[in-house]
């Protein structure tokens, strides 16, 4: 069983910068990686993915221009930096994986990813 545990979130205004963490229990080098978020009364939405070996991504057409996955796997940790927030930006952010090497179409939906943190508060003011 792998457990994530998400850091880096808190309130930033807007146009503002924050560096979200997600550090895997065990080894990431077979993992694929993913942020979610969601918004209060919204669904959980697909924002980021990356392969286990750093060398694929995915990102959401909404933040692909703001937003960067990256990985460290020595130090079993996957990134989100995330630049120019906006308030609709606000959401509690999950990192999720699945032992696989590759990035599948299935990685937007949140029934592929077999591991999820507990989530890290982001807020943007306006």
């Known amino acids: 069983q792998v457990q994530l545990v998400e850091s880096g979130g808190g309130l930033v205004q807007a146009g503002g910068s924050l560096r979200l963490s997600c550090v895997a229990s065990?080894?990431?080098?077979?993992?694929?990686v993913a942020w979610f978020r969601q918004a209060p009364g919204q669904e959980r939405e697909f924002v980021a993915a990356?392969?286990?070996?750093?060398?694929?991504?995915s990102t959401a057409d909404s933040v692909k221009d703001r937003f960067t996955i990256s990985r460290d796997n020595a130090k079993n940790t996957v990134y989100l930096q995330m630049n120019s927030l906006k308030p609709e930006d606000s959401a509690v952010y999950y990192c999720?994986?699945?032992?696989?090497?590759?990035?599948?179409?299935?990685?937007?939906?949140?029934?592929?990813?077999?591991?999820w943190g507990q989530g890290t508060q982001v807020t943007v003011s306006a």
């Open positions: 999720a994986a699945r032992s696989a090497y590759y990035i599948s179409t299935l990685v937007r939906t949140t029934a592929w990813h077999d591991y």
């Open positions: 065990e080894r990431t080098f077979s993992l694929t």
């Open positions: 990356i392969s286990a070996s750093g060398g694929t991504t």
